[in-house]
């Protein structure tokens, strides 16, 4: 039983398979508060290369982590004062963010921030340990994966409307790298929850999964449809 007065939904899975998307449309459909963590870690991935700071030097990441002020605000990303919302969807923040992800103190300090919020509202949140880690008493859990094509294709699309440059096939090799990181670090790697729901979205479209997650909210009488 999830001792938090609160209802915490958590969806993991795999880089570009559509966990945001999902997650952000359902917490506006039944009023939770969406709180994406990846991109938390996004802003510390920016803050370190602004910083250029060397992943292998701890003293330097604990100095540079006392530094960094998050302010998350639904789909804006405050850091330090500063809207970088659009800055940490790069294709550099992208190459680097698993490797930063993985780092110990990053993952405590982001893991504390996370359940703080959780702590003091319904929130729909997604990520890579959210389920395992983050909130492993949520009342529902999902784990979301889908053919590894679709997801290149999805994140080509995705970086293309930002008019930056780089090869499809570039994407596919980040997208493996990433997934190979993510579920091999030593810090709460990815893995899917024992009692996590698989949904597959390699051939729904939004409204289906998003009826697949509601389904399952209110057959655990979360929800009233």
């Keep these: 039983m999830n001792p938090n007065s609160f209802i915490n939904i958590a969806i993991d899975g795999y880089s570009s398979c559509g966990k945001s998307t999902m997650a952000k449309a359902l917490a506006k459909d039944i009023g939770f508060t969406y709180i994406d963590s990846g991109a938390m870690y996004r802003c510390v991935t920016l803050y370190f290369i602004t910083k250029h700071i060397d992943l292998d030097n701890l003293d330097a990441i604990h100095q540079a982590l006392n530094e960094i002020e998050l302010d998350v605000h639904e789909n804006q990303f405050l850091l330090n004062g500063n809207d970088v919302s659009a800055a940490i969807r790069s294709m550099q923040i992208s190459q ?20 703080a919020i959780g702590n003091t509202k319904n929130v729909v949140m997604d990520g890579r340990d959210i389920g395992t880690t983050v909130f492993p008493a949520a009342q529902l859990k999902i784990f979301m994966t889908a053919d590894p094509a679709v997801r290149a294709k999805r994140r080509f699309d995705e970086i293309q409307q ?21 579920t091999h670090r030593s810090e709460s790697p990815l893995r899917q929850a024992e009692d996590a729901i698989v949904l597959d979205n390699t051939f729904l479209n939004p409204i289906e999964q998003l009826n697949f997650v509601k389904d399952l909210l209110s057959s655990r009488q979360l929800i009233a449809l």
Excluded: F, G
């Design 162 to 182: 930002k008019a930056e440059k780089v090869s499809l096939v570039e994407i596919a090799e980040n997208l493996n790298m990433r997934d190979y990181e993510d």
């Design 96 to 115: 680097m963010v698993s490797k930063v992800s993985a780092i110990k103190a990053v993952r405590i300090k982001m893991v504390a921030i996370q359940q």
